[in-house]
């Protein structure tokens, strides 16, 4: 059986070139053999031979270690270096090119040594490759006594680590407090909660967030809702409190943009502080020379994963979407005008390589510190967000992490030490940035897409969109059906790009592969009927089957380097007439009705759920 090779990308080697350094000749040989060049005479006799070599000294001999040690360095450096760039070429090359079909191939990894080598995988067949692709997808349809302005939503997730580190929420919370000031147009005036969630380091974070920031979130606007004013997390915020007036509007509270994003800031603030507090809880019932433990606490290792963390809120009574977002999660709305979709970035990736980022951390650290509180685009040169919950390591000094360490994990437990540069923590805040639009102002998008970097990883804002929209309008379905795929010119034909102001920050490191190049070889499918499936199967090759199938079969931990774990949400708001794609999406969606509110399951992500708030 023949087998071709994945590899990320051509690279060349590194070449060592050795320097020869030669040494002069003798001065007396040198005169010798210009005299006899230049004359006819007799040679004169033959030079004396040369004086032997003296012993090497001691500055010659630390000059030579030095520059044997600097050589080393750089080739570390150099090490490093190619091994961020296999990386980042692993994730973007478009691999259906060097596939063949034997079902075979292989891909380049590192042995336990760190030595480069390659490894064989066997491919998975196309049902195969699909059954993976629609495992955890899941449509349904919001079914509101009268109506809702959300009318469907598409959820799933791909994972790449074993276990996948993403996770999801959505809930539909009651009112219980009537918007006096707003029309009865019918709707029962629900709030509704999308989230995704990016964990890092492990998967206990985002699984906490996933049953508990919507409960935070919902609680805190309650509390609004009731009369009483958001309390700011900041000493200088809550100055500002006592020596200002609290607002001038006789507006609601919850009408108020500005009350509910503090509202919404302090859930997330509040949640991150109970997930650092519950270790020294642990520690604090604890005698003061504790047994060595005998497992790991839970508490502890959830403080120390972190996970990045995108909500969207709608209070429909009042027509208006918040969109908070810690970390590098991004939310991407689409707008139907004028024959074509419009892209609005909601977000602004949250990483070091984010300008405003980076200034907002040096100004939280001493002057000194400002050169290295970022190192390579990641905070101290470790985490790429510099927003996230969680991630202890970053937040605690570090004679704590020392000592929660010792108390609360076993003695060979591989825990992480604090970070080089450590110096005035906390470097990483949970604390959100939050968008605002009333859809009264703005209008009504067409959908919404929440996801993961996994996907932006592999997507531009406008293919998303692009997808989406071609997908909700009909026009993909009827182009793939005579030509068999889309190409990416023709795809963005429909797609205006987003207004000045709209384009957000991409924070995500390198290109994409469909930016490199490789204009046309993007070949866009549209097979899939679940819209979230229908982005995560287009981000891993679209038409290219092969190509999907190699990536979907290679095992973790190896295939971190070709796509990060995926998480994808499409909210799709009640606007137009359904098509026929969405026609058909219905047939297999679950209808929205009240279930309890209970944990799912080991293993199942949460569905739907309604409460009352």
Not at 128 to 145: G, S
Not at 202 to 225: C, D, M, N, V, Y
Not at 502 to 525: L, Q
Request: hydrophobic share 35%; with cysteine; aromatic share 6%.
């Amino acid at each position: 059986m023949q087998v071709s090779a994945l590899r990320p990308s051509p690279r060349v080697p590194a070449r060592l070139q050795a320097h020869r350094f030669i040494r002069s000749p003798h001065p007396a040989a040198r005169r010798a053999y210009t005299s006899s060049s230049s004359s006819s005479s007799p040679s004169p006799p033959p030079p004396p031979p040369p004086p032997p070599p003296k012993p090497v000294s001691r500055s010659r001999l630390l000059d030579f270690l030095l520059f044997g040690g600097a050589g080393v360095g750089l080739y570390w450096i150099y090490d490093y270096l190619s091994s961020q760039e296999e990386e980042r070429a692993a994730r973007t090359s478009p691999i259906a090119k060097v596939l063949n079909r034997t079902g075979s191939f292989t891909i380049p990894v590192r042995n336990k040594d760190g030595v480069p080598t390659m490894k064989t995988i066997q491919r998975l067949s196309h049902p195969a490759t699909l059954q993976l692709l629609r495992r955890n997808e899941a449509t349904y349809v919001v079914d509101r006594p009268g109506g809702s302005l959300v009318k469907e939503y598409f959820v799933n997730s791909i994972a790449s680590n074993d276990t996948i580190e993403d996770r999801r929420a959505e809930a539909i919370v009651e009112r219980d407090v009537p918007a006096k000031d707003v029309p009865e147009v019918g709707r029962k005036g629900d709030l509704l909660f999308f989230c995704v969630f990016d964990g890092h380091g492990g998967w206990r974070t985002s699984e906490l967030l996933s049953k508990s920031l919507i409960p935070a979130a919902a609680l805190h606007l309650s509390s609004l809702f009731h009369g009483n004013y958001p309390t700011p997390q900041s000493r200088f915020s809550s100055l500002k409190r006592y020596l200002l007036p609290a607002s001038s509007s006789s507006a609601p509270l919850d009408a108020q943009p500005s009350l509910v994003t503090q509202t919404l800031k302090n859930a997330f603030l509040s949640l991150d502080h109970s997930i650092l507090s519950a270790p020294l809880r642990v520690l604090s019932n604890l005698p003061a020379t504790p047994p060595p433990a005998p497992e790991p606490s839970e508490a502890l290792l959830t403080a120390l994963s972190g996970s990045c963390a995108l909500m969207a809120y709608v209070d429909e009574k009042r027509e208006d979407l918040y969109v908070a977002v810690t970390g590098d999660s991004r939310a991407v709305a689409g707008y139907w005008e004028d024959g074509k979709w419009r892209v609005e970035v909601l977000t602004e990736d949250q990483t070091g390589r984010n300008p405003k980022e980076v200034k907002r951390v040096q100004t939280e650290h001493p002057p000194a510190e400002a050169p290295y509180v970022i190192q390579r685009g990641r905070v101290l040169g470790g985490l790429e967000p510099t927003r996230a919950f969680g991630d202890a390591r970053y937040k605690w000094p570090a004679p704590l992490q020392t000592q929660l360490a010792n108390a609360l994990l076993p003695p060979s437990y591989p825990a992480r030490p604090p970070p080089r540069g450590l110096l005035t923590p906390p470097y990483v805040t949970a604390e959100p940035e939050v968008t605002h639009r009333s859809f009264a102002i703005t209008g009504r998008p067409r959908f919404l897409i929440l996801a993961t970097d996994g996907l932006w990883d592999r997507l531009s804002n406008e293919e998303a969109v692009g997808l989406i929209g071609r997908a909700l309008d009909g026009t993909g379905k009827t182009m793939s059906k005579s030509k068999g795929s889309m190409t990416r010119s023709e795809l963005l034909r429909s797609v205006v790009k987003p207004r000045d102001g709209e384009e957000g920050v991409d924070g995500k490191k390198g290109k994409r592969a469909s930016d490199e190049g490789e204009t046309d070889d993007a070949h866009y499918t549209f097979a899939e009927q679940n819209l979230s499936t229908h982005l995560i199967r287009n981000a891993l090759g679209g038409a290219h089957d092969d190509q999907v199938s190699a990536l979907l079969s290679i095992p973790a931990p190896y295939s971190r380097r070709f796509y990060d774990d995926t998480t994808v949400s499409v909210i799709v708001f009640d606007d137009v007439k359904d098509t026929a794609q969405q026609a058909a999406a219905h047939e297999n969606a679950q209808p929205v009705g009240l279930t309890p509110l209970t944990p799912p399951p080991d293993g199942v992500q949460p569905g739907p759920v309604l409460a009352k708030l």
